[in-house]
């Protein structure tokens, strides 16, 4: 299954919206006649023409007697044949379904099935003037092994041999078999996986790669991106090793596949997938760069879906799930692992940050796809996808291993890995599994978290009884109940903050109005209701007093609630002595991926007392930190300002450094952003200099818009260079002009920026232009809003 990313939000929520789901209806594991136990394909591929042909051999045993026909998905766009064990056999096509009458067969016989194919097959890339390397194609799923079984309750080996251009690479599932020449500028290529695994998770891309190739624990790992931008592999991929250390050893259970390969291709904007030992990325990504970056582009800003897709190589692909239904025991799963490596790479602060930030993903999500993690009950597997899956699944795993301990979650892990590799698994397996290694029944854990909807609402208050020296903590759980969300049993903990620091308590929450009493021999200075988040719950107001803040703010143990303290510290106007008290916590606040990213309140204050500090966060470790400190200096830090402009920082605080040195004094940056305005390849800053540029109507400043939305640039250039349009005048002809350009390019995305540009920007002399591209309906939805943006 996909993972979508951050950027992908939109499509995700818009591909769910009620009205275009199919109804919900009872799903299960469709019933199978054969298993099948390999599949052979071979291809010869027409790279001009964009087709392909050749044969699928398709190797099943019976699985029950009297069988006489055999149901098969495909692909291709035609099947001119199929032999049985050699012999012509009758067969019927019905859309991707296949037919194939067999001899009436025992249970355990083995029959051998050829079909012949032809078809498109694959997501072929087309040249652009953007882009002249766009060639090739990837593919996955029956796209790569066009017949075979398409759910995931039948799991196969496979091997693939593809006659393509010799300056093309081809990566596929598991190890290379041969490369032979063909002549005529040819060669084929063979790969195998012998290894059982289910079909979506096939993988095929090719085209003129750059490659970059390494090893780990004495496997080989391919790292493959479009041809030109090889150099930024090693770094894009830098956690791989450590990502696949870690998961191996915490999980006792070694990298179970022969080599992995990690593909970045041009299609499948916005998702990656995760085939068996072969990973797809797409090129587009992040809403501010690709997914190829380097070390100034962020900390490693791709670790995350790299550490997602590689835990699929444990959990999708060594165990699968048998029906969408237990999606989540893929994606749930490969989440959760993602956050354990976010804890074990970048620390606890960072850890409860992700935490929080998939909570209120999912709660988001569930105001409009309100369903259990695991369900039968489903409209498709689409339906399945959606953030409950995800994040409800990831961060329901993470609270229960903080619940059973790591050792028996890790060692329930290992034995469901253990038993079940190479094949299917559901829910229950899950839970037998970790029940076993922990001795905890968790029967109904599961009952409450993944098999019905919803999560706790939490409404909470404290009090103090002087007579009975008592805090009494009032915890209500609000969360509407009518639709089969449970009241639920959880236990965590409430800490009270006295001059000694927190003591933490702890509470079971299993009523939905339930009141805590806790000794303590005076007023407690402030109370946290579960102070780690220990569990998900969506508490949508914190009861703090502002007497209460300062104490937060210092003693909180998760980041969530210090960064909630603060940000009430600092409403209205802050006494400088708050401002002190801040400043002093955030300066030991050191660490790479510390407790607050976000000062930029703080520093926007502008306020004398808070100088010092900021001058001191523009050397954070943090680039967020470092970034967000430069909006702080004044026209007395002009030197430091110019050294953060230089070729060792991180290009986000190189935008910000040029951005304040240019409110300053922008004759001393006017040639700096020139420079950066013609050549920058980092989208903001690259941006950040036009808006620079003509906010001070800087000779040229026009010329250098103009010259960034021409079809020169790569997509994530040129679509900032048509956004900045809207600077120049709308009526100027060179804005029509660049705009017509757009609309004739290849790349989708540079063609819908470009149509919602010209209704915002009201360019009228392009209104004959979309209303002939609605009339050959071309992306009629966005063309039609921007006419009646144009209209009105
Ligand atoms: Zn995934």
Redesign the pocket.
Known sequence: ?R?FPVAGLAIVLSSLAPAQVAPRRLHFAPDRTYDLIKTVTTLDVDADRQRASGSVVATISMLRDGVTSVHFDTSADQVSGVLVDGKPARFTRSGGSLEIDVPPSKRGQVHRLNFRIEGRFFRWTNPTAEEPNRIGFCAEGLAAQPVGWAPPNDLSSTEISLTVPTAWTVISNGSPVSDTPKGSGRHTVAWRLDQPHAGYLNSLAAGPFDLFRDTWRGKPLIMTCPKGMGDRLESTFAPTKEILSFFSDILNFPYPWPKYAQTVVYEHEGYAE?DVSATQYPLYWRQDGGFMSNSREGMNPTAWVIA??TA?QWFGDTVTCKDWGDTWL??GM?TYMEMAYTLHSRGQLESLREFEAYSQRYFDHSRTDFRPVATNFYSDSLGMGGWTTYMKGGTTLDSLRRQIGDKPFYEGLHQYLARHQFSNVESNDLCEDLSEASGVNLHPWFDQWIYKPGHPVIDWSWSYDAARKLAIVHVRQTQDTSRGAPIFDVPTHVALIDDQGLRRTPIHLNAADQTFEIATPSVPKAVIFDPDHDFLRELPKQPWTAEELPYVFLHAPNPIDMEAAMNRLLDGNPTDETLRMIAGRLRRDTQPFPAIRDTSRLVKLGRGVLHDFVVAETSHANYDRRANAVAGLGMSDQPRLHQLLGDDQPYDVVAAALRGLSTLDFASVREFAMTQAAKATYPALRRTALEVLADHQAPGWDAAILETATEHHRPLIRELGLRALSRLPHDDPRVAASLRSALASRDQKIVTDAIDLVGRLKVKALAPELQRMKAQGQHVADVDAALKALAS
Do not use: K, R, V
């Open positions: 299954m993972f995760e997602h897709e699929h893929n994606e490969a």
